[in-house]
Every structure is written in C-alpha cells, then in structure tokens.
C-alpha cells in the first residue's frame, strides 16, 4: 500500500502565498501522473493542477498564472506552489498520484484565504 500525506494548508491572507506539499510513503516501484484537486463547501472536487511523469503541466483556468505545480520524485513528493491567493480559492486541497499503476488520494488539507 501506498499513504499519500498532504501538508502546508492554512489561513492566509488575500494576495498572499502557500505552498502545499504531497508526500508518498509505501513500497512505490513506479511512479505516474500527480495531481491537485479542491473541494469548497458544497460544490465538486475539481482538478486544479497536473503533471505527467515527464514533467507536463495542466492548470485549471482559474488558477493559470498563479499556481504551479512540481515533484521531486527521488523524495516521492510533490508541491502545489500558491501565488497571489484569493477568497475563491478557499477549499480543501487533495493530492492524487499514481503509484505502481494504481491511483492514491491524500486526507486533505484545509486552505482558508481570508482577511
């Protein structure tokens, strides 16, 4: 089995920054896509950021310019980099990967942008 643990979430002001991390533990043999969802009260996970095990990148609409996304994968970890944060982007932020042909969910992690 493979745990995926998310980290780095909180309460941050408008126009601030957080970066979040994603670290897998396990016995991992391969390693694939990774990627970043949310989830606001009352509305559907939705894909923020992606990346291929080659290092492709895909970013929802809403966040193009002010996040980005990057993995370390000799650390089995990888990051979600949040610039310019504003109130919509309150949600709680998933991490999902594919390890050993297999796709992993993390716990979650509360981002709170607020004033």
């Known amino acids: 089995q493979v745990q995926l643990v998310e980290s780095g979430g909180g309460l941050v002001q408008p126009g601030g920054s957080l970066r979040l991390s994603c670290a897998a533990s396990?016995?991992?043999?391969?390693?694939?896509?990774m990627e970043w969802y949310r989830q606001a009260p009352g509305k559907e996970r939705d894909l923020v950021a992606g990346?291929?095990?080659?290092?492709?990148?895909n970013y929802a609409d809403s966040v193009k310019g002010r996040f980005a996304i990057s993995r370390d994968n000799a650390k089995n970890t990888f990051y979600l980099q949040m610039n310019s944060l504003k109130p919509e982007d309150t949600a709680v932020y998933y991490c999902n990967a594919y390890f050993n042909h297999r796709p992993y969910w993390g716990r979650g992690t509360q981002v709170t942008v607020s004033s």
């Open positions: 396990g016995r991992i043999f391969s390693i694939g896509a």
């Open positions: 990346i291929t095990s080659n290092g492709d990148t």
